[in-house]
């Protein structure tokens, strides 16, 4: 025999309702409160990981995830061009960047090198625009299936011994700045 929750009368060790308050003997709350408590502490303890921020400015040889997409560049090249007919202005040279875009996400992406943008030591912005005449493959625009990657050349006409270079990606429009930058050695 056990007695009812509500009244207190004797009542059978296997009754669900009670036979004289007719009120159901249910420790279900209790389990649920012991339940959401277990819960509370497992997030408490497990839980106290704070979020990293995004970092913003990597080295040239480090590679960035953003959205599940990796950016890296693989190689800094700066030439005087590669024949008589394309040179860089004189005191300049051209500095050839090749990226690696690789799409991790499970969603197609688009790229464009237009994303991309070069600051120089002056505080001068510009977007890619020099063509060496290389047989390099440029980077272009399209779109980046899940799982795909994409590998291309940008170049910029820069001061010869800028050791102030940074290359800046723009991945959203409508964002205040630029989204991350690669410092380049």
Not at 75 to 87: A, D, H, L, P, R
Not at 130 to 149: P, R, V
């Amino acid at each position: 025999m056990k007695k009812c929750k509500h009244c207190q009368s004797e009542i059978d060790e296997k009754a669900k309702i009670c036979p004289h308050c007719k009120k159901k003997q249910s420790h279900i709350v209790r389990w649920v409160l012991l339940g959401v408590l277990i819960l509370m502490m497992v997030s408490c303890v497990m839980g106290g990981e704070e979020e990293v921020p995004f970092q913003k400015d990597y080295s040239q040889n480090e590679v960035v995830t953003y959205e599940n997409v990796k950016y890296s560049i693989l190689k800094v090249e700066k030439t005087q061009g590669s024949n008589e007919y394309i040179k860089p202005d004189e005191g300049n040279e051209y500095v050839k960047v090749t990226i690696r875009i690789e799409n991790n996400s499970d969603e197609k992406i688009s790229y464009n090198a237009l994303d991309w943008q070069m600051v120089n030591a002056d505080g001068v912005e510009d977007a890619w625009g020099t063509y060496s005449g290389d047989e390099d493959k440029e980077l272009s625009s399209g779109d980046l299936d899940a799982g795909g990657k994409v590998e291309g050349v940008l170049v910029w006409e820069q001061k010869i011994g800028d050791d102030n270079l940074r290359l800046r990606y723009y991945g959203n429009i409508f964002d205040d700045g630029y989204t991350f930058q690669f410092k380049l050695d």
